[in-house]
T-cell receptor
Framework: GDSVTQMEGPVTLSEEAFLTINCTYT??????LFWYVQYPGEGLQLLLK?????DKGSNKGFEATYRKETTSFHLEKGSVQVSDSAVYFC??????????FGEGTQLTVNP | ETGVTQSPTHLIKTRGQQVTLRCSSQ?????VSWYQQALGQGPQFIFQ???????GRGNFPPRFSGLQFPNYSSELNVNALELDDSALYLC??????????????FGNGTRLTVT
């Protein structure tokens, strides 16, 4: 079945540090890939997405590139802020009707 | 544009009881999906509704059931509650048109505690 594996957390960084959160996937079809973010006490917000190989999704300084050859969709940001502290989820969708999520990575950014 | 709203925000029930959670989809959306998020884990797909019918189901027992209404709002019903049902229940809506789905928009969830 479909699955998503994220790097183990939690991740603690200082403000302005470089962020990478690894994500790899297994899918029976040709999935679309997503990163969602969850702030404390809130639901999930779509951060970025990519629908085909070599697509780069980007939003709010975050980027991720759909790598079919390595089945990966790593999230990066060049300079994190305290306000980026949240839980980040990598997810895939093959049919469009359901998402398969990874277990999430807790990010804490210290001033 | 009105986002996805869920009610109640928190709920405490006793093992064996039944619970109903409610969701209003984002305006313009015609599908509703429900996810269960246990503490410290990623959300798990329960089921999706489209045109008032179940349109896909995850690995959840029949005591999890749902409804979608003509205005695209939805209910999630769970019978015979178990302690392991304690979780954050997330509702998400999207627009499907000509077989293509827009990205899911999530509500803030209902935190269910079963004691």
């Amino acid at each position: 079945g479909d699955s998503v594996t994220q790097m183990e957390g939690p991740v603690t960084l200082s403000e302005e540090a470089f962020l990478t959160i690894n994500c790899t996937y297994t899918a029976t079809g040709y999935p679309s890939l997503f990163w969602y973010v969850q702030y404390p006490g809130e639901g999930l917000q779509l951060l970025l997405k990519a629908t085909k190989a070599d697509d780069k999704g980007s939003n709010k300084g975050f980027e991720a590139t759909y790598r079919k050859e390595t089945t990966s969709f790593h999230l990066e940001k060049g300079s994190v802020q305290v306000s980026d502290s949240a839980v980040y989820f990598c997810a895939l969708s093959v049919s469009g009707s359901r998402l398969t999520f990874g277990e999430g990575t807790q990010l804490t950014v210290n001033p | 544009e009105t986002g996805v709203t869920q009610s109640p925000t928190h709920l405490i029930k006793t093992r064996g009881q039944q619970v109903t959670l409610r969701c209003s989809s984002q305006s313009g959306h015609n599908t509703v999906s429900w996810y269960q998020q246990a503490l410290g884990q990623g959300p798990q797909f329960i089921f999706q509704y489209y045109r008032e019918e179940e349109n896909g189901r995850g690995n959840f027992p029949p005591r999890f059931s749902g409804l979608q209404f003509p205005n695209y709002s939805s209910e999630l019903n769970v019978n015979a509650l178990e302690l392991d049902d304690s979780a954050l229940y997330l509702c998400a809506s999207s627009l499907v048109s000509r077989g293509a789905y827009s990205p899911l928009h999530f509500g803030n969830g209902t935190r269910l505690t079963v004691t």
